[in-house]
């Protein structure tokens, strides 16, 4: 009994250190940031209501520590399981399905315990691009019709420059994805496809470009993706790891 009391008590603590993800990586997860425990990797919606948001939440944790952090540089890629890419999925361009229906915010959840803003609330943020340009280097040509980039970018003023320590999982941004013409008269096709979203990176800028930092590969196994509508869309033909440091940097080009 006593054996068996010590392995479930040591096993109730290796779960409980799961969540605080002190490991380098970047994380994906809907809802809340991945270190809570009540978030996601898969959402799934049943495209009845043109109603409501979905929400991904992007953090990150540094191996050592960063003086002087001015911002982040956020990439994620998405693919879609079919080809090409759903109207659903055509999002904030002139002229797509879903024009207004992609969006980005630093608001942190209060809910959120264990993630903390590195900014304090002080940051702002937008998004730079939402398209299927690739860099060929890194990329097979024959997934740019399943493919879109998403770039955004964080800042803080020089007033609120931060001090990150290692071993933390940082709060970076929220992505937004609303429901806006799911169903009925006008409906953008593809909203029960399967997608599935890599987190590429997190670069952590700072006041000195020479100290910046690229945080890439999931915290724990899995981590950098997230899944819509189920876990068929491959996210292993997104190319996340082994890369050398002038493919990483072609990523913020």
């Given at each position: 009994m ?5 392995l ?5 603590s290796?779960?409980?250190a ?45 191996d050592a520590?960063?003086?002087q952090?001015?911002g ?32 980005m ?9 264990v ?17 299927n ?25 020089l ?15 929220n ?8 169903v009925?008269?006008?409906a953008?096709?593809?909203c029960?496809g ?12 700072t006041?000195s ?5 690229v945080v ?15 876990s ?22």
């Open positions: 006593r054996r068996t009391a010590a479930a008590l040591l096993a109730g290796l779960l409980a799961t969540p605080a993800l002190a490991a380098r990586g970047v994380n994906l997860s809907w809802s809340h940031c991945a270190g809570e425990g009540l978030g996601s990797q898969l959402r799934s919606f049943a495209c009845d209501t043109n109603a409501g948001t979905e929400q991904l939440v992007v953090s990150f944790v540094l520590p960063i003086p952090v001015s982040n540089e956020v990439v994620i890629d998405l693919i879609s399981q079919d080809d090409p890419v759903p109207a659903w999925w055509d999002m904030k361009d002139a002229g797509t399905c879903r024009q207004a229906s992609l969006g915010n630093v608001v942190q959840d209060p809910a959120d315990v993630c903390s803003d590195w900014a304090s609330g002080q940051s702002t943020g937008g998004i730079g691009a939402y398209n340009t690739l860099d060929f280097t890194t990329f097979p040509p024959d997934i740019l019709t399943r493919h879109r980039r998403l770039k955004m970018a964080i800042a803080v003023p007033s609120a420059l931060a001090d990150l320590a290692a071993d933390v999982e940082y709060f970076s941004c992505v937004t994805i609303d429901h806006a013409k799911s009925g008269a006008g953008c096709s593809g029960t399967q997608v599935c979203l890599v987190l590429q990176s997190v670069k952590v800028t006041s470009a020479a100290n910046d930092v890439f590969g999931g915290a724990l196994a899995g981590s950098d993706m997230a899944h819509w509508q189920g068929s869309a491959d996210c292993r033909i997104v190319p996340v790891r082994n890369r050398s440091w002038s493919q990483v940097k072609a990523l913020y080009r």
